[in-house]
């Protein structure tokens, strides 16, 4: 269940991306974030408000992981994701995302929150592969000639934020309400958002009030935000950051099949052979040694 519903979330957050991109010169990256996560908190607050009381003296005890996260998964991530879609490539952003499981193998080991095996690393590496061979659709003589933006320092530095937020998950207390939590970050990450959001409204950009902007908010704060994130909150605090975050590769073959379904772009022979590259990669670090699995099975 906990890989379900990491796939789940790699899924949701795959259209988050290709909407971002698709609305860019339409929606002001800072808006987008701030009435994503302003929408996300209203479909939040009656689900998660009857368990706050009850939630409240583990997340008063752990406030410092808990404003932590706040910054970098709701009000941090999005944001930079958002600001580097306005010069950068879909592409290019997947690309560049696709290095958060490598990204957490370096900080999980200096930060001491986890020690990732043999595995985990080495599924990092064959799935970045996969994903590598598809942006280089099948040449990867193609990967030296991706243009490099300047929004490509805002998607790295997304990346950055995502792999310390899927570190720090692991240090929260084990009872803690998932939704209560996710209440408090997300109304803790609109908080630092709403005096960027007004800065970026009186400097000219206006968000636009039509039914597109409507329909992409409506997206991003349902799926893109809210079952996002308690399905990857529940799998990373399940499995860890190091093998969970390979789900995270997923984005780019998902990125592909919906392009292949709803844009009517071709289905090619490397998007196949990188989409196998990312489930031998995933599989590799999420098995399990024979004789832990046998010890594992013994009464």
């Not at 979330?9 to 808006?31: I, K, M």
């Not at 701030?34 to 008063?60: D, E, G, H, S």
């Not at 020690?115 to 799935?127: D, H, I, K, N, Q």
């Not at 942006?135 to 310390?164: E, S, T, Y």
């Amino acid at each position: 269940m906990p890989y379900l519903l990491l796939a789940l979330a790699a899924l949701f957050w795959s259209g988050n991306f290709v909407l971002g991109r698709a609305f860019h010169a339409e929606l002001p990256p800072v808006g987008l974030a701030f009435w994503r996560w302003a929408a996300a908190l209203a479909i939040l607050a009656p689900l998660a408000l009857p368990r706050l009381r009850r939630a409240w003296p583990a997340l008063r005890a752990a406030r410092g992981r808990i404003a932590a996260l706040a910054l970098l998964g709701v009000a941090g991530f999005n944001t930079f994701v958002y600001l580097g879609l306005q010069s950068t490539t879909t592409v290019n952003a997947l690309l560049i995302n696709a290095t958060v499981p490598v990204l957490i193998v370096p900080l999980a080991w200096l930060s001491g929150i986890e020690r990732p095996g043999p595995r985990p690393l080495a599924g990092a590496l064959v799935s970045l592969a996969g994903v590598a061979w598809i942006m280089a659709r099948g040449d990867p003589a193609a990967l030296a000639r991706l243009d490099v933006h300047a929004g490509d320092a805002w998607i790295l530095l997304a990346a950055f934020c995502w792999a310390a937020y899927s570190l720090l998950l692991r240090r929260l207390p084990p009872g803690l309400d998932p939704l209560a939590f996710l209440l408090a970050i997300v109304a803790l990450g609109v908080a630092v958002l709403a005096p960027l959001y007004l800065a970026e409204h009186l400097g000219g950009r206006a968000f636009p009030l039509t039914r597109a902007s409507a329909a992409v908010v409506g997206y991003v704060a349902l799926f893109a935000s809210v079952l996002a994130f308690v399905c990857w909150n529940h799998g990373i605090r399940a499995v860890g950051a190091a093998r969970g975050g390979l789900f995270m590769h997923l984005m780019p073959v998902f990125g592909t099949v919906l392009a292949v379904l709803f844009l009517h772009e071709r289905l090619h022979r490397y998007h196949l052979l990188g989409m196998l590259g990312v489930a031998a990669g995933i599989a590799l670090a999420t098995s399990r040694p024979r004789g832990r699995r046998k010890e594992e099975q013994a009464p």
